[in-house]
């Protein structure tokens, strides 16, 4: 059974940064997608960011290109989301998802089949 924690939410100034991470446990995690959502109060849950379990495939939503960052060490089963440039419109709570499909990566909800509990994210303006 896979388990993922998040880690790293807190509350931040509009143009600071903070860095998420999501430690997974679990036959073969290091092995599968990782992605990383958000939800917003009064919201739907939004897809972030998606990186291969190897790492060579990344594919961010298009609010968060230039500003977030994914990365993974798989030597110690954990995911990072490394956020820059904070927005007020960022503040959710932030969700790391699994996948068991290999060597393919994916933005839909759907396609993750563990989840943790998130991690609460603030930006004052």
């Known amino acids: 059974q896979v388990q993922l924690v998040e880690s790293g939410g807190g509350l931040v100034q509009a143009g600071g940064s903070l860095r998420l991470s999501c430690a997974a446990s679990g036959p073969s995690v290091s092995t599968y997608t990782m992605g990383w959502f958000r939800q917003a109060p009064g919201k739907e849950r939004e897809f972030v960011a998606t990186i291969s379990g190897s790492g060579d495939s990344i594919y961010y939503t298009g609010s968060v290109k230039g500003r977030f960052t994914i990365s993974r060490d798989n030597a110690k089963n954990t995911g990072y989301l490394q956020m820059n440039s904070l927005k007020p419109e960022d503040t959710a709570v932030y969700y790391c998802?699994?996948?068991?499909?290999?060597?393919?990566?994916?933005?839909?909800?759907?396609?993750?089949?563990?989840w943790g509990q998130g991690t609460q994210v603030t930006v004052s303006s």
């Open positions: 998802a699994s996948s068991r499909t290999l060597r393919t990566i994916g933005s839909s909800s759907q396609f993750y089949d563990y």
